[in-house]
């Protein structure tokens, strides 16, 4: 009896334990399924503003290839489209939608934020009237439900929200990936061409209008040919150039402040990042005219084709480098720098946290030196292959990398037979 009693006992000790295992492994299952992305719990809305519950997640929509079944994850997609940024990173493209679509033949402004730039973002929709595609960044803690209701209540009190803008949401614990939000914003923006902005930047005249007037240039810029770059300005003193609002609105007003010295080219003690636009002469110019002197460090703002140039490199983090290396591999790969004779932009001040940004600047500009070596031998490689090199398309390739890269006109002369 007692020997029956003890394993009966022990019968349902193991039940309990094996119940216990299953239960065990279950829960763990539910929470560490890779596919079940219980980490990013991030809720969109839909335009109105209203809280669809539906966790993007979970409302997937898998790309189909033509001639497979199989369909593709989106994160999956995502994982190897912007492989080079740091993952994981949780991208929601069109979490806010502009309706109706923009006309295809529109400039999109292609532009980052995070939440302390809000204010001058909704300026800048204000302003524009125009397609807008942004990338909002939000770090991955308990402040991002906050941001997005910020986010709602604007799209709920202005109505060009809604008619002129994109809002591509990436939540991840990565700050300042400016090149990968960069190409976030720029590869789901929904027109032919795109201008590459700061968000700080007010536009402060109506370029579009004005390109009408120099359809040489268009059709450069629509074979791929061309990158139009706006000039940048910014006030001396940084408490006069806060309010947009007082900003200039023609290249005559312009003028008469940086003759009276308030106003000179953005970053004036930085020359090379502006200097290629050459403001002497644009002070004088009634026509668009091509940089000549072009610099590695060069970063002006541009419009461009979406579909025809280089993408923004993703492996720079952070200040430094990073739009610079957008606009190095541009000028590579055999784009001109045209510059707009009456449209500028100017800088709306603010204060800055700068410690972050030099260190930030010494670990970039290392990177930078590598990534102009790398880039001119593969852009090198791919001309002789194409047939480029040789032809007017190589010539930045050809003037730039014998300039900078010490090695390159030996390897080039060993290359060619
Ligand atoms: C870029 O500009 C800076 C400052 O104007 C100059 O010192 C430097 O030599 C230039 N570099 C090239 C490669 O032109
Ligand atoms: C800039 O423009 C001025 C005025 O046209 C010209 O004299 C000067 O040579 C240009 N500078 C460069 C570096 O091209």
Redesign the pocket.
């Known amino acids: 009896m007692m020997r029956v009693d003890y394993s009966f006992s022990r019968i349902a000790k193991y039940i309990f334990l094996g119940y216990l295992c299953v239960s065990v492994v279950y829960i763990l299952h539910r929470f560490y399924d890779p596919n079940s992305q219980k980490g990013h719990t991030v809720t969109p809305r839909n335009p109105a503003g209203h809280l669809s519950q539906l966790p993007m997640a979970k409302t997937p929509r898998p790309h189909n290839w033509p001639n497979s079944e199989e369909p593709v994850e989106q994160q999956y997609l995502f994982s190897k489209l912007f492989s080079e940024s740091m993952q994981p990173t949780n991208l929601i493209p069109y979490y806010y939608k502009m309706d109706p679509a923009p006309p295809k033949k529109e400039i999109t402004v292609a532009t980052l934020i995070t939440s302390d730039r809000f204010h001058v973002f909704e300026k800048l929709v204000r302003n524009y009237k125009g397609p807008i595609s942004v990338a909002l960044h939000v770090s991955d803690d308990n402040r991002k439900d906050g941001i997005l209701d910020r986010l709602a209540q604007m799209y709920e009190t202005n109505p060009l929200m809604k008619q002129y803008v994109d809002v591509h949401l990436i939540v991840d614990k990565y700050e300042r990936q400016f090149n990968y939000w960069r190409n976030v914003a720029r590869f789901f923006s929904r027109t032919d061409y795109f201008l590459l902005l700061d968000i700080d930047f007010y536009l402060c005249t109506d370029f579009r209008k004005n390109l009408d007037s120099y359809p040489e240039l268009m059709e450069r810029l629509e074979a791929g040919q061309a990158a139009i770059v706006l000039p940048a300005f910014e006030y001396n003193v940084l408490d006069e150039g806060r309010d947009a609002a007082v900003f200039p609105k023609t290249k005559e007003d312009l003028l008469e402040l940086v003759q009276d010295e308030r106003i000179d080219m953005f970053h004036k003690s930085w020359q090379r990042g502006h200097g290629s636009t ?1 403001y ?2 644009w002070y004088q110019s009634e026509e668009p005219y091509m940089v ?2 072009y610099n590695y460090s060069y970063e002006p703002y541009v419009i461009v084709k979406k579909d025809g140039v280089p993408w923004c490199n993703e492996r720079f983090i952070g200040y430094g480098g990073n739009k610079a290396a957008c606009l190095y591999e541009i000028y590579l790969s055999g784009v001109e720098y045209w510059i707009l004779p009456n449209d500028y932009i100017i800088h709306q001040n603010h204060d800055y946290p700068l410690t972050t940004r030099k260190i930030e600047r010494n670990l970039n500009k290392k990177i930078y030196e590598n990534f102009r070596e790398e880039a001119c031998f593969r852009y090198f490689r791919n001309m002789v292959a194409s047939g480029a090199w040789g032809t007017p398309k190589g010539e930045n390739l050809r003037r730039e990398c014998t300039k900078s890269v010490a090695s390159f006109q030996k390897v080039v002369d060993e290359f060619q037979p």
């Open positions: 050459n002497t002469n000549t002197d």
